[in-house]
Each structure stands twice: as C-alpha cells, then as structure tokens.
C-alpha cells in the first residue's frame, strides 16, 4: 500500500485527479468506480480542471459505477447521489463517458435492483475504484461489521452515518441505501482512497495500521495488492506515528509517500 500525504485537501485533491486522468486518455474501454462525499468534490472539479487543459481528442469508453444510493430517493432529488454526481463531475465529462451506471434508490424492490447492479460489476472487475471513508470507517456505505463477503444490498445507515450526512442532505434524512458490497469493492484492479481532515485522523490511522477486522470496514485494504491512499496533513496526523521517519519520502510540491509493508510500519 502506497501512501501520499499532501499539504492540505486541495492538493490532495489535484493528486487524486492526476491518477485519474491517465483513465480518460485511453481509447480502450475503461471500468471506473465512483464515489461521492465531500472528499470527492475537490477530486472532481480537479480532474475536470486537469482534462480540460490537456485539450484531448475525447473518446466516449468510461463506464462508470457509482458506489451507493440513498434508499427511496430519486435520482432527481437534490440529496441523492446521482443529482450529487451530475452536479460535480457528470456534466462536465460527457465526451469521455461510454454509460454511467447507478444503484436506483426508487426502485420498487431493493432486492431485484442489488442484484442488476451486482451481474453488471461481476460481468467484470472496475479497473480503478475511488473511495471515501467515513469517520467510523465505513467505505461505501458498509458499516462498522459489515461481512467482508458482503455484496450490493439494502443497507441500513449506522446512527452516526445519519447524524453526519443529514447536515448536508436536503429534507428527510433517510436511514437506508443501496450500496455495492465490501467484496465488490475488493474485487477491483485499483483502488484510490482519499481522506482530508482533522476528523478522519483516528479512523485511518485504525484502518491503515490495526487489525484487520469487520468492525472497520476500511481495514480489509491491508488486504488488496494494489492500494493508493491519498490524505492531507490534518488527516495524517495519528497515521504518522506508525511510520519511521526515515520511512516517509519527499515526492517534491510538499507532497511525500510512504509505502506500507513490514518494514515501515
Ligand atoms: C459515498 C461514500 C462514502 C463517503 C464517506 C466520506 O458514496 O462512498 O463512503 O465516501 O462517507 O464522505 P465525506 O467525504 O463527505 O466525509
């Protein structure tokens, strides 16, 4: 596991971004797992910043899949992730996007709706999945003792989940979603985690350096053969004491990098 620790989220931001790009100036069809949150929002604006400087040719080969949705929320409301995908990335990328794909919270049965968005990652593996965490370690919206061979399913939202995402959702906060399962999130090529701030500080430090366990979800990434961690100073804070300092390498522009293996931590 690679670490980059940026001065601050903005360039944390740029630095995600950056490892996407390459992703969109392919021609061959590309898979994409796609996340939302706060975190993602400076992702995003900072690929669409970078593409739009590049002046490509676009090709129409990125599919992408959305980790989560908000149970009985339609896709047009304000505080539903589709609406929060269009908004911040969606509408800017056209050119580049083959079909975007997403878990539908008005679907009449959760069930018959898990199990399309389940046949549709199993047909093959995302290439590259983005990833947030939440203060209790959840990715996705699988929660603090998820299975880790859980799929896509219903999911209840843990009360802290609830208390954190209603400052920002507009209405009725529900208590519910749809989202892709810890084994499908396992079972991507790539997987890019990006994390900022003072209050994702103990979780990742949990997440990336404790036991491996259930009741942090995030944890099962010690796990996967290919991981990148993006985190800003605030949200390395307890992470860094792990590591020696001759561990910890200057990459330039503030930014440095750690790699995790038994030496390091
Ligand atoms: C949402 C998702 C969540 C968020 C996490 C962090 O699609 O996957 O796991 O990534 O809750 O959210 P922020 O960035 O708002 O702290």
Redesign the pocket.
Known sequence: MKIIIAPDSKQAGCYAGSLLVPLFTKIEPVRLGL??????IGVYQSLIRQLAAMSLCPVAHVSTFN??EYWQVPPNHPGS?QYFMHRYLFTDLPPFLEQIHFLRGDAEKAEDECRRFDTLLSQEPVDTQL????VNG????NEPGTSFSSRTRKVQLSPSTIKRNALEFPGVMPKAALSVGIANIMEANNVILVACGEDKSHVLSQALCGSVREECPASILQTHPKVTVIVDKMAAQSLIKYFSRHAIQPLGDGLSRVEIDENSV
């Open positions: 996340a939302t949150g706060k975190t993602m980790l989560d992730f990833l947030g965490i939440g959840h990715i996705g919206f």
